[in-house]
């Protein structure tokens, strides 16, 4: 099946600083990979959706000057989170679409714990 | 608003019941619906999408329906075991190549 990997599974950093999570589709080409954001005892929200070569489109509530994406290629996708508070401290998951069949199934990585201290 | 509800939020059972999560979503317009399973502090496994077109699929002891007229989709596990515990998330994707609204899971602990 389909794999996507996230780097790094965990980090803590200080408060102020910046830290980069990657998300690769290891197996497949994802134009389109998403990035999603979950506070304990929450249910996943989405943050932005991604696209190969283009912006990403920000849901509302989420600061696009924060929280950095960048979508080089067609297997790499990356969120910055820049001058990190306390309050980003959660798991941050990314999926991406696996094409296959008339269903577009969507594949998740192990997610990134990040701890803001 | 799309939004997506499931009931229980917990569920405790002695090992080897069937068992049933509920998921209901507003709209019935979907695109497709999955069910996930999340053990505490990883990522999710895919277990079972539903096409819109679909009204059940099944995968080994799961089997999910799917009735969008009501707007409900059921996970049924039989002969559940201790490694069926974990939390498991229904989410519904809107629209083709759109993204997944997830409901706040329902936590299934299975005692030996």
């Known amino acids: 099946g389909a794999v996507v990997s996230q780097h790094p599974s965990w980090v803590i950093c200080k408060s102020g600083t910046s830290v980069k999570i990657e998300c690769r589709s290891l197996d497949f080409q994802a134009t389109t990979m998403f990035w999603y954001r979950q506070f304990p005892k929450q249910s996943l929200m989405l943050m932005a959706t991604s696209n190969e070569g283009s912006k990403a489109t920000y849901e509302q509530g989420v600061e696009k000057d924060k929280f950095l994406i960048n979508h080089a290629s067609l297997t790499l996708s990356t969120l910055t989170v820049t001058s990190a508070h306390p309050e980003d401290s959660s798991f941050y998951i990314c999926s991406a679409r696996a094409p296959g069949g008339s269903s577009y199934e969507q594949y998740f990585g192990p997610g990134t714990r990040l701890t803001v201290t | 608003k799309q939004e997506v509800t499931q009931i229980p939020a917990a569920l405790s059972v002695p090992e080897g019941e069937n068992l049933v999560l509920n998921c209901s979503f507003t709209?019935?317009?979907?695109?497709?619906l999955q069910w996930f399973r999340q053990d505490p502090g990883k990522g999710l496994t895919s277990l079972l999408l539903?096409?819109?077109?679909?009204r059940e699929q099944t995968s080994g002891r799961l089997n999910a329906s799917l009735d969008k007229s009501s707007g409900r989709s059921t996970l049924y596990i039989a002969a559940s075991q201790p490694g069926d515990s974990a939390t498991y998330l229904c989410?519904?994707?809107?629209?083709?190549?759109?993204?997944?609204?997830f409901g706040k899971g329902t936590k299934l602990s299975v005692k030996p």
């Open positions: 709209d019935s317009a979907i695109y497709n």
């Open positions: 539903i096409q819109s077109s679909q």
């Open positions: 989410a519904v994707e809107w629209r083709s190549q759109g993204n997944l609204i």
